[in-house]
């Protein structure tokens, strides 16, 4: 029970802030929110404030914030049947109709259509969703440094027999980049010889506050099948002021950016099989192991661990909403820039079948995906 409560609580955080910041900006656009959701299904409780519906909804999973004219088309502005009541006034002092999408519109309900704002107010209320996944993810981030600490990317100790002593690296260097490659911890490390496994590394590292430079060429283990340039490190160490957890905390966002980039392109490339792309159900199994695994050390360790599956999920929830895909943001941030560059919209009516094109293709991909997490657990 508790591990369900844990899930809940992470997904409806990561759902929460994507839709607030979907709201926050639409408001401040002057755009007719019509509904703000948590979950899905079946309503279980609302009320209205300020012309907007706040609903709680049966299934956990999921949330909307519906803008009025976001996905309709033109002919449905009017209102439905000519004598049907108007429910408020737009931003321009037109009368709205007095339901949209189904959904009765609340007593109050004022703004502006979507897709009738300007341009630039279009992009930034959709951007806004992932934008706040980061946001949130920056929050975690600062929590779980400030408790757990940060892992510098410092040598801890350098293995016989490898290219990192061969060419001088010595325990207590600090790594400082790869290949030219930035590195600010040291899971940036091993993401970077993980993702370009078997490649030569120009390294270059600090000692004795001293620059300095070697070329590596990573060997093969058999023992654990990758390619190794034979160092460890990974040890944390507490931040020693505020300002140095706020930093940490960027880095740590960035990490988990990169490694989401890094990831789908080695799905794009095919070097990861199905088995490895985690669903929803894998996801919740993530945290039931997580919650079961730290109980024993008490509720901080157990928000601690769920804040840092919360860094995860909501880097990667923001990048994956931010790729170019029909019905996701970045889809509809594509058509937007579009608009920008041609001075002009394009056909609301072929953009909606390429996002409804869209949507088809990525339920179809969940439903694969659903399946492949109940086929990996059971």
Not at 278 to 303: E, F, K, N
């Amino acid at each position: 029970m508790l591990s369900l409560l844990a899930a809940i609580l992470v997904f409806g955080l990561i759902i929460l802030f994507h839709e607030f910041g979907h709201f926050l900006l639409a408001k401040r656009g002057g755009i007719c929110v019509v509904e703000f959701s948590l979950g899905m299904g079946p309503r279980l409780f609302s009320f209205v404030k300020g012309g907007t519906r706040y609903s709680l909804k049966l299934l956990p999973f999921g949330g909307s914030c519906m803008m009025l004219g976001e996905d309709e088309d033109e002919p449905q502005k009017t209102g439905g049947k000519k004598d049907e009541a108007p429910a408020g006034e737009d931003g321009a002092g037109r009368r709205l109709p007095a339901t949209y999408a189904g959904l009765a519109l609340a007593p109050g309900a004022k703004g502006k259509y979507f897709d009738e704002t300007s341009v630039w107010t279009r992009f930034l209320v959709i951007a806004a969703g992932p934008f706040f996944n980061f946001l949130l993810a920056l929050i975690c981030a600062f929590f779980v440094i400030g408790y757990a600490g940060y892992d510098p990317p410092r040598v801890y100790s350098v293995e016989s027999g490898y290219p990192a002593e061969e060419a001088g690296i010595r325990e207590g260097d600090v790594i400082t980049r790869l290949n030219g490659k930035r590195i600010r911890i040291y899971r940036d490390i091993l993401a970077y010889t993980a993702f370009h496994a078997g490649e030569p590394l120009t390294v270059e590292y600090e000692r004795d506050g001293r620059t300095h430079e070697a070329f590596l060429e990573p060997k093969y283990s058999e023992e654990t099948g990758s390619y190794l340039i034979g160092i460890s490190g990974g040890i944390y160490q507490r931040p020693e002021s505020v300002l140095t957890v706020a930093r940490y905390s960027v880095y740590e966002l960035r990490y988990w950016i990169d490694l989401t980039f890094g990831s789908l392109g080695m799905i794009v490339k095919r070097q990861v099989s199905s088995d490895d792309i985690a669903g929803p159900v894998r996801i919740v199994s993530m945290i039931d192991s997580t919650v079961d695994a730290s109980r024993q050390y008490g509720l901080l360790v157990v928000l601690m661990n769920l804040a840092n599956l919360c860094v995860l999920l909501s880097a990667n929830l923001g990048v994956m909403n931010l790729l170019p895909i029909p019905a996701l943001d970045g889809g509809r941030l594509v058509f937007i820039l579009l608009e920008m560059v041609r001075g002009k919209p394009v056909d609301r009516e072929k953009e909606g079948m390429i996002h409804m094109a869209g949507m088809a293709l990525l339920m179809t991909l969940m439903i694969f995906i659903l399946f492949n997490d109940v086929r990996n657990l059971l």
